[in-house]
Nanobody
């Protein structure tokens, strides 16, 4: 089975920074893409950023210029550096990975347990 373990959430004041990490483990043959989604109370889960195993990135318009996604392919780990945080960034952040498991028939979607990010004004 696959595990996605997140870390790095917390409470920060507006204008501050946080760095999220997510490490994938298990019988993984390929990981493409990895990324982050978030869900605020009463809202639908939304894309924050994704990154392919070749380094191609995609960002939500609301975080462009403030957040940077990166990954370490050797460690099956994805990072999200969040700068200039705003109260509207408050949400549970979920790690996402599109994974091809050894002996699998194809790719499957996997999610982390979520980590809370709270930005105070």
């Amino acid at each position: 089975q696959v595990q996605l373990v997140e870390s790095g959430g917390g409470l920060v004041q507006a204008g501050g920074s946080l760095r999220l990490s997510c490490a994938a483990s298990g019988a993984i043959f390929d990981l493409n893409p990895m990324g982050w989604y978030r869900q605020a109370p009463g809202q639908q889960r939304e894309l924050v950023a994704t990154i392919s195993n070749g380094g191609f990135t995609n960002y939500a318009d609301s975080v462009k210029g403030r957040f940077t996604i990166s990954r370490d392919n050797a460690k099956n780990t994805v990072y999200l550096q969040m700068n200039d945080l705003k109260p509207e960034d408050t949400a549970v952040y979920f790690c996402y990975a599109h994974i091809y498991l050894w002996r699998a028939a194809g790719f499957s979607d996997h999610w982390g347990q979520g980590t809370q990010v709270t930005v105070s004004s």
